[in-house]
T-cell receptor
Framework: DTEVTQTPKHLVMGMTNKKSLKCEQHMGHRAMYWYKQKAKKPPELMFV???????INESVPSRFSPECPNSSLLNLHLHALQPEDSALYLCASSQGGTRQETQYFGPGTRLLVL | SQKIEQNSEALNIQEGKTATLTCNYTNYSPAYLQWYRQDPGRGPVFLLL?????KEKRKERLKVTFDTTLKQSLFHITASQPADSATYLCALPAGSGYGQNFVFGPGTRLSVLP
């Protein structure tokens, strides 16, 4: 199974809402990533979890809060977002602990903030 | 400053021809470089990885070269088909060269015309 799943596929939320994005993989990977992608732009790294610990936070605003409950699951909690946060949010995983990491991406959650 | 550039935002070629895409980087020292394909509204899909000590890598109709002196990777698709139409992204590990803080190039949108 080389699949990374993400739920929901689409999400519309107001600026005062709290919502969560979910990501799951069953490849035994120990590194998981959140990316943000705006239209016609490349993915931009937000967070990296390595062996269930947050290893990289690319200066992401605190209204985005990642969580890694176990090695297969990754969440992104959203609170008080702004319209400019509307984007495709991609989750990825990689083996972890190797010197050449290949990432497997999920299909993404398309988020619209009103 | 650090920068990744891909030769053009869009590239149109005739079916059956070879497509050549370029990825140039500045002020990075990656130990390897990757190429991904992304279709509209979907997550990137890994295609090829090439290490700094490898000159060339092939997979079916795909070929990648890596010149660390020129700080450039070339990605070739031979005998191109309309199904190859997609955005192609290069990616490299920023930081120490083996890190997980991946940076993507802006992408080249390839259109193969029948």
């Amino acid at each position: 199974d080389t699949e990374v799943t993400q739920t929901p596929k689409h999400l519309v939320m107001g600026m005062t809402n709290k919502k969560s994005l979910k990501c799951e993989q069953h490849m035994g990977h120990r590194a998981m990533y959140w990316y943000k992608q705006k239209a016609k732009k490349p993915p931009e790294l937000m967070f990296v979890y390595s062996y269930e610990k947050l290893s990289i936070n690319e200066s992401v605003p605190s209204r985005f809060s990642p969580e890694c409950p176990n090695s297969s699951l990754l969440n992104l909690h959203l609170h008080a977002l702004q319209p400019e946060d509307s984007a495709l949010y991609l989750c990825a995983s990689s083996q972890g602990g190797t010197r050449q990491e290949t990432q497997y991406f999920g299909p993404g959650t398309r988020l619209l903030v009103l | 400053s650090q920068k990744i550039e891909q030769n053009s935002e869009a590239l149109n070629i005739q079916e059956g021809k070879t497509a050549t895409l370029t990825c140039n980087y500045t002020n990075y020292s990656p130990a390897y470089l990757q190429w991904y394909r992304q279709d509209p509204g979907r997550g990137p899909v890994f295609l090829l990885l090439i290490r700094e000590n490898e000159k060339e890598k092939r997979k079916e109709r795909l070929k990648v070269t890596f010149d660390t002196t020129l700080k450039q990777s070339l990605f070739h698709i031979t005998a191109s088909q309309p199904a190859d139409s997609a955005t192609y992204l290069c990616a490299l590990p920023a930081g120490s060269g083996y890190g997980q803080n991946f940076v993507f190039g802006p992408g080249t949108r390839l259109s193969v015309l029948p």
